[in-house]
């Protein structure tokens, strides 16, 4: 009991208590920082994606670069919906041939 009261008096449980409050706090606006840094890029990306807008022209498609390819198969991923390119990654289109071909179908079934 004696003990108690000594430790008490010290003020070091306080101090304890108060340390862990300022470090969740700490922790918890890390985290939100980070959900809206996430949330702002994914905006950005949005607004981009936006600016650009989408080309169904086959001869233009036919003379794009690569990363215009991608913007192209995102905008038809993420705003059009399209089935059949929600179901493939990027990562299995490595080669320009195949985002083009992926890109051309996806003009195709979005025609009607």
């Given at each position: 009991?004696?003990?108690?009261?000594?430790?008490?008096?010290?003020?070091?449980?306080?101090?304890?208590?108060?340390?862990?409050i300022e470090d969740c706090q700490r922790q918890a606006l890390a985290t939100r920082q980070k959900q809206e840094a996430a949330e702002r890029k994914k905006h950005q990306e949005i607004d981009?994606?936006?600016a650009i807008g989408l080309i169904v022209d086959r001869s233009v498609v036919n003379c794009m670069t690569v990363p215009q390819l991608n913007d192209q198969l995102k905008i038809h991923k993420q705003f059009l919906k399209?089935?059949?390119?929600a179901k493939l990654k990027q990562k299995d289109?490595?080669?320009?041939?195949?985002k083009l071909e992926a890109l051309l179908s996806a003009i195709t079934r979005n025609e009607g």
């Open positions: 009991m004696r003990q108690v009261r000594v430790i008490g008096a010290s003020g070091e449980n306080t101090r304890f208590r108060q340390e862990l981009r994606l936006i399209d089935e059949v390119l289109m490595k080669s320009k041939a195949l």
